[in-house]
């Protein structure tokens, strides 16, 4: 048996992980996930399908740390909230679905770089502010 290596070991937890937030988000749509499990997997969803992450990438260490801790608590959160067998169905139905394209959210998208410009402006402001001191 050929030995695993790191790189192989993360690529697959990353399908892994992709292909259970997918069925979040299947399970998001399901009509027998409750409300609230509904609205918080909404959120994590959408963040993970956003293009534009909250951190970038580009910053050392701290651009990835949203994709390897954050999202995956976020998964692990909202699974403990969405009934078993939903959750089952839902994956069996990513699993089937996983040939194509992920879904994009362009909301949390907007969102994310709404949240940018407003911190990019606050700063300015700040700056401003001190200079006319």
Request: overall charge positive; some cysteine.
């Amino acid at each position: 048996m050929k030995k695993q290596s790191i790189v192989d070991i993360w690529k697959q937890k990353a399908k892994n992980l992709k292909a259970e937030t997918l069925a979040l988000y299947l399970a998001c749509r399901h009509p027998r996930t409750p409300w609230y499990a509904k609205a918080l997997t909404g959120v994590v969803v959408a963040y993970a399908f956003s293009p534009i992450d909250l951190i970038p990438d580009f910053i050392p260490i701290l651009g990835y740390l949203d994709d390897l801790v954050l999202i995956p608590l976020g998964v692990a959160l909202v699974m403990k909230m969405i009934p078993g067998d939903v959750m089952e169905d839902c994956r069996e139905q990513a699993r089937m679905e996983m040939g194509g394209e992920k879904p994009v959210n362009r909301i949390a998208a907007a969102v994310i770089i709404l949240i940018w410009v407003g911190l990019i402006v606050l700063i300015i402001y700040r700056v401003t502010m001190r200079f006319r001191k």
